[in-house]
């Protein structure tokens, strides 16, 4: 997927994950959860090998929704996120409680995480009925209920619309730096983020970039990253938009706003 990179990433730090479909990024977030090994080169999670840690990581998958028929409510949901290994749910390889301090009520700590995410007005409700803004509080919710160290997000804005894809931005960055949270976000588009972000990643070709957003989002970065001409718009009002050329395949679906 990837030859010759090196990635070092912050404690404390809010990364987008930026590619285009094929580039590596669900990959990379495998091998940061241990599962699956580099075939070279080492990986190193919470300062030890992966897997080792995950008891230290929220992780919130890839989703396309809940049916409208879910019937198990909000609360329930988070709540999962600290006992679930006991209900024959567990996430891969995770230990059960993370940082679940000693002597904690449970319940009491779901709804404060709950209150934390502002879900209180609709957690009792069956999560099915939820909208999709809702449904992703309550997810961030699960994730963060055990107090993780790092945060795995893979493509929460995606299907949300814009109001709720910035206020789940801001709630997550919230996260990041009232909890001391190290995030790493899987995004397609990098618009909504911008404005929350400390650095990227951008994979591409095999390769990677990291680096502060005005850094790593130019003409030149992501034409030597792709091996081909792209170039990086900035509209009136701050948005990013890349452009790459019609015969140039490798950017034929760009991951952040733009055209062909």
């Known amino acids: ?6 990635v070092e990433i912050e404690s404390g730090a809010f990364v987008a994950v930026l590619g285009p479909n094929g580039a590596g990024k669900s ?19 919470l300062g030890s090998r992966p ?24 609360v329930d949901l988070v709540r999962l996120g600290l006992d679930g290994a006991r209900w024959g749910v567990p996430l891969p390889r995770f230990g059960p409680l993370g940082r679940h301090r000693r002597g904690d009520d ?10 934390r ?25 699960q994730a963060i209920v055990r107090r993780p160290r790092l945060l795995l997000l893979d493509e929460p804005l995606d299907s949300l619309d814009l109001p709720n894809q910035a206020a789940t931005a801001a709630l997550i960055r919230e996260v990041c730096r009232e909890d001391g949270v190290t995030v790493l976000l899987v995004a397609h588009d990098v618009n ?4 929350y972000l400390d650095r990227v990643l951008y994979l591409a070709r095999g390769g990677a ?3 502060a957003p005005r850094d790593v989002i130019t003409t030149p970065t992501l034409s030597e990253l792709y091996d081909a001409h ?5 509209t009136g009002d701050g948005r990013v938009v890349v452009v790459g050329q019609p015969d140039t395949p490798v950017v034929h679906e760009p991951v952040l706003a733009g055209r062909r």
């Open 117 to 141: 995410v502002g879900a209180s007005a609709y957690a009792r409700r069956p999560i099915g009925t939820c909208s999709g803004g809702e449904q992703q509080r309550l997810l961030i919710a």
């Open 27 to 45: 990959t990379f977030m495998r091998a940061v959860l241990g599962l699956i090994a580099p075939s070279r080169g080492t990986v190193e999670v």
């Open 230 to 234: 792209v170039e990086v718009l900035r």
């Open 192 to 195: 909504p983020l911008l404005s």
């Open 1 to 6: 997927v990837w030859s010759d990179v090196s």
């Open 209 to 211: 970039l990291i680096g």
């Open 51 to 74: 897997g080792r840690r995950n008891a230290a990581i929220g992780y919130l998958p890839q989703r396309r929704g809940f049916d409208g028929a879910t019937r198990i409510r909000g």
């Open 106 to 115: 449970p319940r009491r700590r779901v709804e404060e995480v709950i209150e």
